[in-house]
């Protein structure tokens, strides 16, 4: 029995298979976390999605902001000119798959394993209860019948700065946009948005959001997706997963349920170029 998280697919499910004939995945015995991101841009997001929805049990997936985009492009709040989402939304079990996909977490927590996984990371502000807390508050307007009305107001970079008295659909987009875009933050915990890059690239006096308030995790490990041009890092408490399958990069795994974390990669073609 192995644990796996496994980082932004993006749509590339060839990638996908052959890090499972790598890793030897098991489904009857192994768990699969999935980081977010399964769509978009990629050349098969539909096989993507009916493969990870058949697993079952047998895998976890949190939300990516990709993944959010589409249930977007399918209540029309977003225009589509990719064929890959097409095919998604023109298939006979479309809303089968749509109503599975947003009744998926933002965040997931291994108690056993003091490991947490979601798409963007943890909110350096948050510990990690509130975190939870936060996530369950989203999820279960996202899986309500009055979904849409939120996703027809997910999008926007505001506010940026989390307080406890945020309400409404402000409040939801903070936490929206803190599970699934973040990468970069202002000491006091304003979200730089628009930095993309890789570390020393960004915005002055702004910083990743995971060297800010580490206490605050208060032990717990986490793994992300998200952050393509973040590459591996060599620590202890911090484990990107996105290492740019879809820019021609790879496909990453990491073994969770070890004391220490060990990464498989699977090498990818060049579908999109890089966005820096």
């Not at 978009?40 to 990870?52: E, I, Q, Y």
């Not at 998926?104 to 350096?124: C, E, F, Q, T, W």
């Not at 220490?260 to 820096?276: A, G, H, L, R």
């Amino acid at each position: 029995m192995a644990i796996y998280a496994i980082g932004d697919i993006q749509g590339c499910f060839l990638s996908l298979r052959k890090l499972l004939d790598k890793i030897r995945f098991n489904p009857d015995k192994d768990t699969l976390w999935f980081a977010g991101d399964l769509v978009n841009r990629g050349p098969d997001s539909l096989k993507t999605l009916r493969f990870v929805k058949s697993l079952g049990d047998s895998a976890i997936c949190v939300l990516g902001n990709h993944d959010l985009h589409l249930l977007a492009i399918a209540e029309g709040v977003k225009s589509n000119k990719d064929p890959d989402i097409k095919r998604v939304l023109d298939a006979d079990d479309a809303n089968e798959i749509l109503h599975w996909l947003r009744h998926r977490p933002l965040m997931h927590y291994d108690k056993s394993l003091n490991v947490a996984m979601s798409h963007a990371g943890i909110y350096p502000m948050w510990k990690i209860k509130q975190a939870r807390k936060y996530a369950r508050e989203l999820e279960k307007v996202l899986r309500s019948d009055d979904y849409t009305d939120f996703i027809h107001h997910m999008y926007g970079d505001q506010p940026d700065w989390w307080h406890d008295d945020l309400t409404g659909r402000k409040r939801l987009r903070f936490i929206c946009n803190a599970f699934t875009r973040m990468r970069y933050c202002y000491k006091d915990g304003t979200l730089n948005l628009n930095d993309n890059g890789p570390p020393g690239s960004q915005a002055h006096k702004t910083h990743p959001w995971f060297n800010l308030n580490p206490e605050s995790r208060e032990g717990t490990r986490i793994v992300f997706g998200h952050w393509s041009t973040l590459g591996i890092l060599y620590r202890k408490d911090i484990f990107p997963l996105d290492t740019g399958c879809l820019w021609g990069g790879y496909l990453s795994a990491l073994q969770v349920d070890e004391s220490e974390f060990t990464y498989t990669m699977q090498e990818c073609p060049n579908y999109k170029s890089p966005p820096i």
